[in-house]
């Protein structure tokens, strides 16, 4: 029996606009004092009308072109209905049938194209925490973080392993913070996962699918890697036993427990929710041309996969060119740009000591390379070699500086210089001169 | 056009939907009337519309948006913010437990 | 010198410019009016408890800088759907009783900036459902007409305030009918912007795709200055219109219609309208001929179709807007709506879930383009249409009882313009049963200017405008 699970991603972003997605209160709400960042819109007082956040939507659709979507000339915005204390209006504003972005994806470095189905913008809700007070079990609501703006973005159901799910969700971080519209902070609560496994059962007979199941409470790349890999395992088995199928009406949700590193079972199975979506009256719908779409294209930030691309061209080692766009380490990727065009720096080697932390970024990079680089090549055989070159190639120069003419010697260690690249230490070439001379 | 009977225990369904707590001469006396209404409602089925699309907003307005701006004007104390409540706690609003479980997680 | 009670926003500041009367006088007999009538009619639900302190403000005012504020010292009455702080704000709904809003709508407080002085908050179908006023938690308003029938609704308190001369003007808010039809019904001057006009931002929203915030007043000119007042952009509400509003008041006072074509709505005339009503409507017709206007017969849709789009579209758009009230951050739990109320949600939820909502809302939608693109139509020939607001006058106390589509029936004539987020104004044709019909004279999406000039015309020359001695009615 051949097994292929069958992983979608939901992620989603938490954009560090300045403001709300519907309303003018602070979007920045971590550690705030509970219930002091709310108006009457995002608290959901009777009257309180909703008018869209420019930035957030923009943000929306760089994401979307970024990830290769298309960006819909008609979007709109839906209310998703359902009762929860955490949701002010008793609906949350989201996307339903016309997101702004469509149809994208993204590429595995095994070249593997992972679909995005879409990109699309919503209001995040308030924080629940539940205490005991006076022996009565309650819950207390905070709705500083109600009405944040959220990006979702919905991946196809093509990984196809927890590793593949990893490498995913890490590109998307990447891309994330390459825009700089989100900090993206797991801790905080910036990224949020929700994987969707099911399997893919073949035999001889046909293929069988198990029941699709949501898991959510993951708030790492690590964990959801592990969640994965336990529901595999989990559906294999409870399809051996039950061979029940996935049908329309059995997905199930799970949480994710980190410290016994298994999924549990969250709410038992109840009708599929109905969220009764319908185009949200209060605001106008959005008509999005060609030619914003493209001004909003070209001013994308540089976006990881194309900055490895070009590393790669600058003859930077494919594994180093990875790990210095994943760092993000700005002042490392500017010096390389600047001193690519620099005979003299070895870019390569450059790349490599920094990878390898042997060059950190609080000192000036282009003085450490210099000492690294020029302590690694003071071999005296084979500079003597080099610089016996330059020497016999200036015949009518050494003659005037056997004759007298000193400064010469600046000269020939310049030309030795040039001619091992800069890597060599110019004291030993200036000793070497000397001697070669005298 | 078959005359449309609504039963008390799609009523219920929706009650449950609606958040709306139901006694059963409630729910008897709903189903009653969400029938009446809802065959005048089904007379809407006489009216064309095949080639017509539907209209949600009437304004004809497009891409109405608000500029990335804090606006301390509307931002409610605390104090106001909580003030209407029925039960509040250091700052928090109160409302009985919601689901048996210690998870933070909402449905989204 | 006419009672205090009977003039005009522009009678009141000419008065006060005169040194007539003060501001302080004005609301003080205003109070002592409500403090003897309101009991029986059960209008207003709160009343301004700074009323007086205000109206000093407002002569220290008139003193220093003279009538410079366009309803500077005007006393009006606030349909309780409209939030304000420092007043009880229920929409007429157990649910909210006691509510005091953190904030005010943008409206009232245009109306306040403009000068004006708020005596209370008028009673309302809760949460607007209904055309009667009956289904107030708070008990319904009587019609200052006759105690013994109903002023309609919702914005029924606000109409009978102006009927029973408890205010110089109102405010009010039409969904489908809520302004035109109690205006109607007691016999005063209602108008109903076209939606998108004036803002909706602090309203407690009915149905978002057509609450239309606007004036019950004495005369078609007091309506159009308040008017001018609430109408314009508004940042915090979205679906606002960016266009510029119009000097309303200077489209008042022309000597005749000249050269206007009016469209009378053949299925207006319903069949099962009384006669002596139909009659009142076709004299407003030839009244608007002799007033030089070319007034036609057209047919229209049925209006019995624009029942089943507004029934779906309000009670799905309301039954979502009404989930905040969930008792956690203000209000009661929500076992304290009022049956109308339920009824209403439950429906909405039913038209939206899944399975009926293509051949639901989606569908209502569809035909609602249809009355659009109709409307269009005429309006490409004709300047205004005309029709009675209601099928008949006021019905008695009761009437709403065990009649789940009570409110779709009576707004059967005045669905279509509102779905379709028209302008029309309401004004008093005539008398049956010593009770008022009332005139809708509508036009097309900003046109106010046209609807207003028309009905202040038909007004200045005809004599319905007429109010009720309540010392005799009641």
Redesign the interface.
Known sequence: MKITPLIGLEVHLELETKSKMFCGCPADHFGKKPNTQTCPVCLGLPGALPVPNKKAIESCLQIGLALQCSINTISKFDRKQYFYPDLAKGYQISQYDEPFCSDGFLFLDSGKKIGIERVHLEEDTGKLQHKTLNGQKVTLVDYNRGGVPLVEIVSRPDLSSSAEAKEFLKKIHEIIRALGVSSVDLEKGQMRLEPTVNLCLENEIGSHYTPLVEIKNINSFNFASQAIEFEITRQAEEFSQTGIEKSSTNKTTRGYDAVKKNTFLQRSKEEAKDYRYFPEPDIPPFIIDAGYVEKLRQKLPLLPDQEIANLEKLGIDKKDAKILVSSNNQVALQTIKDYSTNSIVDIQKLASLIVNGKINSDQNLIEQYDKLTKIGTTDRTELTKVVREVLATHPGLVAEYQGGKASLAGFFVGQAMKATRGTADPQTLASLVADLLS | MQKVI?TPA??EK??K??????SSQ?TAM?AD??S???N????????D?AS????????G????????????S?????E???????LT??????????ID???????? | MKPLHELTVQEVHEGYRNHTFTCVQLVQHFLDRIKKYNPRLNIYLALNEHALEQAAAVDREIVEKGIDRELLGIPLAIKDNFLTTGLTTTASSYILKGFMPQYDSTVTEKLLAAGAIFLGKTNMDSFAHGSSTETSDFGPTLNPWNPKHLPGGSSGGSAAAIAAQLATAALGSETAGSIRQPAAWVGITGFKPTYGRSSRYGVIAMASSTDSPGPLARTVADAALITQVIAGQDVKDATTSPLPVENYLGSLNKPDLQGLKIALVKEYLLPEMRSDVKELILAAADKLRSLGATVEEISLMDPQYAIGVYTVVQRSEVSSNLSRFDGIRFGHDRSAFGQETKRRIMLGTYTLSAGYYDAFYKKAQAVRTKIIEEFAEVFKTYDAVIGAVSPGPALPIGATKDQPMFGEMEDILVEASSIAGLTSAGIPCGFVDGLPIGLQITCDQFQEEKALMIADCYQQNTSFNLFPDLDQTL
């Open positions: 609504v799609e009523v929706i009650a939907l609606a958040n709306l707590p139901l409630e709903f009337q969400f009446a209404t809802v005048v409602i089904n007379q809407l089925n006489e009216v519309t017509v699309p539907a209209t949600y907003q009437v304004t307005l497009s891409n109405v948006t608000r500029e990335d701006l804090v606006d301390t509307r931002i409610l104390s605390q106001v913010a909580l003030r209407e409540a029925e706690h250091d700052g928090f609003f109160v409302v009985s437990r919601v479980t210690d998870t933070t997680e909402s449905v989204i």
